[in-house]
């Protein structure tokens, strides 16, 4: 038995305002996904801007503190401390932001069946050390993550980036033109990501 109070879960800034607590992987969770988000400010978002597509998840959010207003395909649920918002369907659009300081909202999902670890398991931890210039740590994390999710698009371009920051200009130009082919729509986020100023001008570069 594991016995945490939400405190003790680390909170990892990832983008923007958006703090992640890694619930499932801090308890080995192996069964759904499990994890936490906690907003500081009112006005601060709490659960991104995403949609749920690629995965095929359902996911259920429940606001444990605060309060919050969903937006799920343009409709506005108001969410106050209490809330469960189920969304069974991958397609709907959905994200969150806090209307208190302190709003926490747990997300709790996973593939119908069968549950699938996310990417962003090993690309939210890496973010800090990306944003410190640490990319060794960076690359670490996400090597790490390529064992339990091999040839992962997602995974393959965060590992590029922060390789091609890192000086590793193959290795990032090989890892990008297999995530790039796995998943088309990472063609144009590449052209656009400053990760990849340095490597852009090599004519292996996918355009």
């Keep these: 038995m594991k016995v945490f109070q939400l405190d003790e879960f680390d909170r990892l800034p990832v983008f923007g305002t958006l703090v992640w607590r890694p619930v499932r992987r801090t308890l080995g969770v192996t069964a ?110 996400l090597e790490e993550g390529l064992l339990e999710k091999p040839d992962d698009p997602v995974l393959l371009y965060s590992l590029a980036c922060a390789e091609a920051q890192d000086g590793a200009r193959d290795e990032a130009l090989e890892h990008l033109r297999t995530a790039v082919i796995a998943l088309p729509r990472l063609r144009q986020s590449a052209r656009e990501d400053e990760d990849f100023a340095a490597i852009r001008d090599d004519p292996r570069f996918p355009t």
């Design 32 to 141: 759904f996904g499990i994890n936490a988000y906690t907003a500081a400010e009112a006005g601060d978002e709490v659960v991104e801007d995403h949609d749920e597509r690629r995965l095929g998840h359902e996911e259920v959010y429940v606001v444990i503190a605060g309060h919050a207003v969903f937006t799920v395909d343009g409709y506005e649920v108001d969410a106050p401390a209490g809330t469960f918002v189920y969304l069974d369907d991958p397609v709907q659009r959905r994200k969150a932001v806090a209307r208190e300081p302190r709003t926490t909202v747990l997300a709790i999902g996973g593939k119908p069946g069968a549950h699938e670890i996310s990417a962003w398991e090993y690309t939210f931890p890496a973010l800090p050390h990306m944003r410190e210039r640490n990319y060794a740590k960076a690359r670490a994390i």
